[in-house]
């Protein structure tokens, strides 16, 4: 069985007494993360764990993370995006709904438009942006353990618009700059490698595609794609190598999406959640949805809660308030091939302000 790291806060008293301080982060390391603002009020001790790394890699080497859910606002009155994490309140009565609500935490330091953004493990990347109208080489990093912000290792090129996707523990960024030199030519897809945390050129074809701003991104397979307005291009991180998207996915795939399963799931312009088998080459509607969603989700995000589904979009509030909604999805393949899904929970997690957007919705594990 897997053991929490040898080390624990030095307190006065144990953390549980009785039990060696080993033990008791063991212990602690499985409660769900739900549990874990009631956990903080039982000493100092416990409060000074549950906010350490020492917890985090407890939980990891245990197999206990979760998947967490943050969102990037666009709000009319602020310049920087507005970030926020979905909590899940553990109720006592087994038989109540659970409630689902975003909670604030701190804006990014440098505000950008026009970000592209990838999770790894507990880090969400910011990545580029324009800033004062210029497109920004600059990278973010949200500690998603503390809510913290650091500065990241700057790419070789300013972007905004830009593809992204994280393939083998690295991170790559594709597109969103002008290919009016050769060094940006050079450089118009690159990797970062958070370890070393230097960036290298990802040598790409002379393509179209180049010259325009992408639009949306995913990643299949250990596959990048990155689309325009139209057309799009894959890269194969494996094979080293260039192809352009097939047209059936190019003429379906609409806004942002998510892939859960080898299925990317995207909005249509229909009002239909609709998933594209990558390896049958087809759309096919997700059914078992209709009666739960209302039928057109304004500005609707996509994301992969531990293959899971989430939906989140923009819905009517009263008066001067916009109200953002968020479902939580099952999919999956039945017996004829077909895409099903049946809404686990759905609910209003926000009110902001009229003129607000949805901006982004990432999954990471803590």
């Not at 249509?268 to 209302?294: A, M, N, S, T």
Request: net charge neutral; glycine share 8%.
């Amino acid at each position: 069985m897997s053991t929490a790291p040898s080390a624990a806060p030095a307190a006065a008293t144990p953390l549980i007494p009785s039990l060696p301080d080993d033990v008791a982060v063991n212990i602690i390391a499985r409660v769900p993360r739900s549990h874990h603002p009631t956990l903080s009020l039982v000493s100092k001790a416990f409060h000074s764990l549950l906010s350490s790394p020492l917890l985090f890699s407890a939980r990891r080497l245990l197999g206990c993370t979760e998947p967490s859910l943050y969102l990037a606002l666009r709000h009319p009155s602020s310049p920087s995006h507005l970030w926020f994490t979905l909590y899940s309140n553990a109720n006592p009565n087994p038989a109540a709904p659970k409630q689902h609500r975003l909670f604030p935490i701190a804006p990014i330091p440098s505000p950008s438009v026009g970000s592209t953004f990838a999770a790894l493990g507990p880090l969400i990347y910011v990545l580029g942006g324009s800033v004062n109208d210029v497109a920004s080489p600059c990278v973010w990093v949200l500690d998603c353990r503390f809510h913290r912000w650091k500065p990241g290792p700057a790419m070789r090129v300013g972007r905004e618009f830009a593809a992204s996707g994280v393939v083998g523990e690295k991170v790559y960024v594709l597109g969103g700059c002008t290919v009016d030199s050769w060094s940006r030519a050079n450089h118009w897809a690159e990797v970062l490698d958070p370890g070393a945390r230097t960036w290298a050129a990802v040598p790409s074809s002379s393509v179209e595609v180049r010259e325009k701003w992408m639009h949306a991104s995913a990643v299949v397979d250990e596959r990048i794609y990155a689309m325009a307005d139209r057309g799009g291009i894959v890269y194969d991180v494996d094979k080293e190598v260039w192809e352009s998207v097939e047209s059936e996915l190019d003429m379906g795939w609409r806004g942002r999406a998510c892939v859960i399963d080898g299925v990317l799931y995207c909005y249509d312009y229909l009002g239909k959640i609709r998933g594209f088998d990558v390896k049958e080459g087809v759309w096919k509607e997700l059914k078992g949805v209709e009666k739960g969603l209302p039928k057109f989700l304004c500005g609707a995000t996509m994301g992969n809660l531990s293959g899971n589904l989430v939906v989140v979009w923009e819905g009517k509030g009263g008066g001067k308030e916009m109200e953002v909604w968020c479902a939580e999805i099952a999919v999956k393949k039945d017996e004829h091939g077909e895409l099903v899904g049946c809404i686990c929970w759905s609910d209003s997690i926000l009110k902001v302000s009229n003129g607000s957007s949805i901006v982004s919705c990432l999954a990471v594990a803590l």
